[in-house]
């Protein structure tokens, strides 16, 4: 599964248009490089998003099989290894 595609289907992100331009812009990184959007996921990949409020790295632990994945079942799919609140400068 493509990244932009994951961080839409597992809700990390709203629009696959807007992952799609973060990967772009070298928001979200692939086992620890700059990702691009048609990069391919696979069980055990380290997935990071950094944006301007917030920091979440996560262990892709599944790909799922449908178009959408609802809240409760995010994760069956990834474990959160860390997560950072970004404080208001």
């Known amino acids: 599964m493509r990244v932009d595609k994951f961080l839409k289907v597992m809700m990390l992100i709203k629009r696959r248009s807007v992952a ?6 070298g928001f979200v990184k692939l086992n620890g490089r700059i990702a691009k959007p048609s990069a391919q996921l696979k069980t ?9 409020n917030m920091y979440k790295k996560l ?28 404080e208001d400068i």
Do not use: R
């Open 59 to 86: 262990e892709i632990t599944a790909l799922p099989d449908k178009g959408s994945v609802p809240k409760q079942d995010v994760d069956k799919y990834v474990q959160v290894i860390e997560y950072k609140a970004k």
């Open 44 to 52: 055990g990949d380290i997935l990071e998003i950094d944006t301007w």
């Open 20 to 25: 799609n331009e973060m990967a772009d812009e």
